[in-house]
């Protein structure tokens, strides 16, 4: 199993262009969660989904949207990048009953210019 | 949500137990406590968590106090792949899994 893979991992953007990070899960978890990491801090949530079906905003969700595609795919969209977005996105899957054991993903470094 | 509070570094020899400790003063009666690592550039990993008693497994154990208001995570045979930051959360079972990271403890192993 691969656990929790995303895409791309590298990416540079100019201020205003978007982009989707892609993130998908082959441990059947019906929860997924997207995290953003700044430079010493530690991970903030930027939006959840508890099911296939539902989105839910975490603790810093202004500028970002997000497509729960199925089961398996989460995906998180900047719609106009700025430099403050620039940051390390994680993304995350649990089981529904267990949603504090969290498997994550090795991330996708971004930098806005 | 109850503040946790850690040491922000400490140092184990390569093969001694690493103690990291964990202050949750606040905590109320159906908060766990959540242990998590994070080594260099990769995604967090969960350790271990529990509620009240202590806890095993094959990574580390948990110990937590008797009033709850700290506890200590045991790598008993630290090695330098466990060099990591190390968060405690304390979170209660809900469905909405936001985990709340601080800024951890650095753990430096060293030969």
């Known amino acids: 199993n691969a656990g929790v893979t995303q895409t791309p991992k590298f990416q540079v953007l100019k201020t205003g262009q978007s982009m989707t990070l892609q993130c998908a899960q082959d441990?059947?978890?019906?929860?997924m969660y997207w995290y953003r990491q700044d430079p010493g801090m530690g991970l903030r949530l930027i939006y959840y989904s508890a099911s296939e079906g539902t989105t839910d905003k975490g603790e810093v969700p202004n500028g970002y949207n997000v497509s729960r595609l199925n089961k398996r795919e989460f995906s998180l969209r900047l719609e106009s990048a700025a430099p403050s977005q620039t940051s390390v996105y994680f993304c995350?899957?649990?089981?529904?009953?267990?949603?504090?054991?969290?498997?994550f993903g090795p991330g996708t470094r971004l930098t806005v210019t | 949500d109850a503040k946790t509070t850690q040491p922000p570094s400490m140092d184990c020899a390569e093969g001694r137990a690493a103690n990291l400790p964990c202050n949750h003063s606040?905590?109320?009666?159906?908060?766990?406590v959540y242990w998590y690592r994070q080594i260099h550039s990769q995604g967090p990993q969960y350790i271990i968590h529990?509620?009240?008693n202590n806890e095993t497994n094959e990574m580390a154990s948990l110990i937590i106090t008797e009033d709850r208001k700290s506890s200590t995570l045991i790598l008993p045979h630290a090695t330098l792949r466990d060099t990591a930051v190390y968060y405690c959360?304390?979170?209660?079972?809900?469905?909405?899994?936001?985990?709340?990271f601080g800024q951890g403890t650095t753990l430096q192993v060293k030969p």
């Open positions: 959360i304390v979170r209660v079972t809900s469905n909405t899994g936001k985990l709340i």
């Open positions: 441990m059947n978890h019906n929860s």
């Open positions: 529990g509620l009240k």
């Open positions: 995350a899957s649990s089981e529904q009953r267990l949603v504090y054991e969290q498997y």
């Open positions: 606040t905590i109320s009666g159906n908060e766990y």
